[in-house]
């Protein structure tokens, strides 16, 4: 086999193997206007990145329609310097006329095995509109993030 193939194989992640992906987020919102349960898959999870401790967790559309999943945000950083540190939100809709589900004070878990970790937050949920900027109770609402891939930083920071 030459050098190219080598590479090609490498890069394309082996010999006919299946990788899994790199997070999905499951999310259960109980009220609101798109109360139901969302399934999506994402970008890896990201570790100690921004600073020793902290995760992060994002999923986003390319093709926002109103009324649609637009995004899923998840993180927590253990030394904020302004508010709790916890992010939890599900966003529906394109920008200017966008629903966006915030969980307000989470409770938030993560579960590291190293390779592999769990990522939950949950609590109750406010409703707001972008668009007219009404709120509404968005009841309890809970993130699930299973991130099979994990990108780490520098664990001596």
């Known amino acids: 086999m030459t050098r190219m193939a080598v ?3 490498v890069m394309a992640g082996g010999f006919g ?7 999905t987020f499951h999310v259960v919102l109980v009220g609101g206007p798109y109360k139901g349960t969302y399934d999506v898959t994402g970008e890896p999870c990201m570790a100690g ?3 020793k401790g902290s995760w992060h967790a994002t999923w ?3 093709k926002e329609e109103k009324g649609k999943l637009a995004a899923v945000l998840v993180g927590y950083d253990p030394t904020p310097t302004v508010g709790n540190g916890l992010t939890a939100s599900v ?4 920008p200017d006329s966008q629903v966006m589900y915030e969980i307000l004070k989470p409770a938030f878990n993560v579960d590291d095995r ?4 769990t990522l939950t937050m949950k609590g109750d949920a406010r409703a707001t509109s972008y668009e007219d900027g009404s709120q509404t109770n968005g ?3 809970e993130i699930t993030v299973t991130c099979g891939k994990i990108i780490r930083g520098d664990p001596d920071r």
């Open 139 to 141: 009841g309890s609402a």
């Open 91 to 94: 966003h529906f809709g394109p």
């Open 7 to 9: 590479a090609l194989i």
């Open 17 to 23: 193997q299946q990788s899994a992906p790199a997070s």
């Open 60 to 62: 986003e559309t390319s």
């Open 49 to 51: 990145l921004q600073k």
């Open 114 to 117: 190293g390779t592999t970790a």
